[in-house]
């Protein structure tokens, strides 16, 4: 183990570097990080930039990872940046057939290691990266194996033609990670997973959207109307929003470059549906509906296997009968009536 250089008073160590030169030794911690990157991508592969246009939406996946999950299965990670906002929206992708085509394109200096780090890869990385090519520095053998392993994979990618499950989904920090029983988000988003988990393949475009747009400080606002007896399309109104002011143009977008065309959408609002097609590029062939356990005639099971529980200590589980409460029922019911969303009101909820 060589002392490569000295940064403020520790040896920066490393198997096979030579020591540095005083001169090219860096002496900040910016200076440090740069040298840290070079180490990864040398040489350093230039990230293709998106102009700001104000009508065309433009997107691009910056990279992908596997995510294993909790059930058993896993899924496939995807960041995108776009032109018309500073957000990082995801897909969440289940399948090895479906596949981002602003990903696999090649960015300037980039080499098959860079490509391997920001997901580009075909294959799975247990077969694309053997013992001797896990250092970095590839020798000119190692990177011809690699081009060559790559190229049998890619010759052999195929994508289904089946429409797969898609939801596109509206972050929700209330009711994905407190738990907040004012609204249905987080047992959707649950329930979508493992609807797509459950058949092997599908999309779930997470899109930064909090309170149907409006962003969570305005969101708080209106909870605390809604606590002065307004319901959740009326306190969006009195603090000057919109009922929902979402779009899907990122969404329409990020499925295109998934190469999707026809699609079975998880959703109860028709105008996401409507919003969707009108780009004309995806076609919602079905639409699956998203009952709330609380109104479903057929509750799922508390021992199921797939149930996903979600039970932290301030918020009841999914079975407890507080959780189909009246802040919720009235929430749902709401969105039927003034929101044209497409669910069975159970009787004696008042629409």
């Not at 307004?230 to 009195?238: F, G, K, M, P, Q």
């Not at 143009?249 to 190469?259: C, V």
């Not at 105008?271 to 699956?288: F, P």
Request: net charge neutral; proline share 6%; with cysteine.
């Amino acid at each position: 183990m060589a002392t490569a250089f000295t940064l403020f008073g520790m040896d920066v160590v490393h198997d096979n570097a030579p020591a540095l030169p005083p001169r090219s030794q860096p002496t900040t911690y910016h200076e440090y990080i740069n040298f840290l990157k070079q180490q990864v991508h040398s040489p350093s592969a230039i990230t293709p930039t998106l102009k700001p246009e104000t009508k065309q939406v433009r997107i691009q996946c910056q990279v992908r990872a596997r995510i294993p999950t909790n059930e058993g299965g896993e899924m496939y990670l995807y960041l995108y940046k776009n032109n018309q906002d500073t957000k990082e929206h995801l897909a969440i992708v289940y399948g090895d057939d479906i596949r981002s085509k602003s990903l696999d394109n090649t960015w300037k200096n980039e080499t098959i290691m860079n490509r391997i780090v920001r997901g580009a890869y075909y294959g799975r990385l247990e077969e694309v990266v053997t013992e001797e090519s896990r250092n970095m520095n590839l020798n000119e053998d190692q990177l011809c194996y690699l081009e060559e392993q790559q190229n049998k994979a890619k010759a052999q990618f195929a994508q289904s033609s089946s429409p797969p499950l898609v939801r596109i989904h509206s972050e929700c920090f209330t009711g994905e990670t407190v738990h907040s029983a004012r609204c249905d988000c987080g047992e959707q988003l649950d329930e979508a997973m493992r609807l797509m988990q459950e058949a092997g393949r599908g999309v779930m475009v997470y899109l930064r959207q909090e309170g149907r747009g409006i962003g969570l400080l305005e969101k708080l606002k209106a909870y605390n109307l809604q606590d002065l007896g307004h319901d959740t399309v009326a306190a969006n109104v009195l603090l000057k929003h919109p009922p929902d002011a979402r779009t899907y143009g990122i969404a329409n977008a990020i499925l295109e470059d998934l190469s999707l065309k026809d699609v079975m959408l998880l959703t109860n609002n028709p105008d996401k549906i409507e919003q969707l097609e009108a780009y004309g590029s995806i076609k919602v062939v079905e639409r699956r509906a998203m009952v709330p356990r609380s109104w479903s005639s057929t509750p799922a099971s508390v021992n199921s296997v797939n149930d996903l529980l979600r039970t932290p200590s301030s918020s009841p589980a999914p079975h407890s009968p507080l959780l189909g409460g009246k802040e919720l029922d009235k929430y749902l019911a709401v969105k039927v009536r003034k929101m044209r969303h497409i669910l069975d009101v159970p009787q004696g909820i008042e629409k």
